[in-house]
């Protein structure tokens, strides 16, 4: 496989694909449609136009696919190449590398050496400076004057001590008086102590006076309280008694009056029954003469009841209802007359 590089358009006319060509596939295939299914000419028409694109298409692929395949050979010649060169110019680089280190370290290590001087001489000035002031009992942070210079240490160190001095001072001045205003508490503390005791006694005594009257008041309650109590028992025993005497009352009364409905309901019934039996009779007699007056009247009553039977009825939306009505009466009439 040839693996020298190819310029762009060298490779690219190697598709032999023109556009104008593919302009006219377009032209022509486009515009085919199926309007009927049973058109196999058409459908014939369709299918070689569809296989002719896809030789196309086939060949334009297997172009590409070799294509591709010579610039990745090509690109693994190119990384070997590389590597190979790089290979015998890194040992050189490195010894080069570690040489320029070796300066570089020597010169790191100096540095560190001269800063870790710097820094023990500042923690041990810090240190000095910290207790020097916590021998005044200064309140300042190391943050507070690890930067500052001597001159500037010196002026707050002075100033923290007269700081210092005053607030001893004023301690001392303050424990005098704390130790003046317990001796006058103390003083007051024993005189309210003997008024307390006084007063202790005045309560007692009051104390033992209120006991006495709330026994009395006790003893006199108690004795109220019992003769109320026998008061309500006897008042009580009287209201039961009279709730007994008109419960009894009250019973004897609603079995009277129980008695009296019972007789007044049986009368009831009775009289209703003879005057059902006296209705009864009355309408048996009434019947029969009806039937009586009634035989001469027959033929006519009969003759009536066709003649209603033969009335024309009116157009209406009623007419079944109206025959209906007229047959019932012809009925009714032809009723009376049997």
């Known amino acids: ?69 010579e610039a990745l050979e090509w690109g693994r010649t190119v990384d070997a190449e590389a590597k190979r060169i790089a290979g015998m110019l890194a040992p050189i680089e490195d010894h080069l590398s570690q040489q320029e280190n070796l300066v570089a370290e020597h010169k790191a290590r100096l540095l560190a050496e001269t800063e870790a001087a710097k820094l023990a001489a500042r923690r041990e000035t810090l240190d000095s400076r910290m207790a020097q002031l916590m021998a005044v009992s200064s309140r300042m942070m190391p943050s507070q004057v690890e930067w500052i210079s001597d001159a ?42 003997v008024e307390a005791e006084r007063l202790n006694a005045e309560r007692e005594a009051l104390a033992t006076l209120l006991r006495e009257a709330e026994a009395q008041a006790k003893a006199e309650i108690e004795a109220v309280a019992r003769a109320a109590a026998a008061e309500r028992a006897a008042f009580a025993e009287e209201m039961r008694q009279l709730q007994a005497r008109d419960a009894e009352a009250r019973a004897a009364r609603e079995a009277e009056i129980r008695k009296a409905e019972a007789a007044r309901k049986d009368a009831e019934l009775l009289a209703a029954a003879e005057r059902e039996k006296v209705a009864a009779e009355a309408r048996r007699v009434a019947e029969a003469k009806r039937r009586a007056d009634m035989l001469p009247h027959k033929e006519k009553l009969a003759a009536y009841a066709d003649a209603l039977v033969a009335i024309e009825i009116p157009g209406t939306p009623f007419d079944d209802e109206v025959r209906e009505i ?10 009376l007359g049997a």
């Open 152 to 193: 500037d240490f010196a002026s707050l160190l002075a100033r923290e001590t007269e700081t210092f001095r005053a607030d001893q001072y004023a301690e001392a001045a303050r424990q005098a008086t704390e130790a003046a205003q317990r001796a006058h508490q103390d003083a007051l503390a024993a005189a309210l102590s």
């Open 326 to 335: 007229v047959r019932e009466a012809a009925a009714a009439v032809r009723w």
């Open 1 to 69: 496989m040839n693996t020298e590089p190819q310029s762009t358009s060298t490779a690219l006319a190697r598709f032999d694909i023109a556009d104008d060509v593919i302009a006219n596939m377009r032209g022509a295939y486009m515009a085919l449609r199926i309007t009927d299914i049973d058109d196999k000419p058409m459908l014939a028409t369709i299918r070689n136009a569809r296989l002719e694109v896809k030789s196309v298409r086939v060949r334009v692929e297997k172009v590409r696919v070799e294509l591709k395949a």
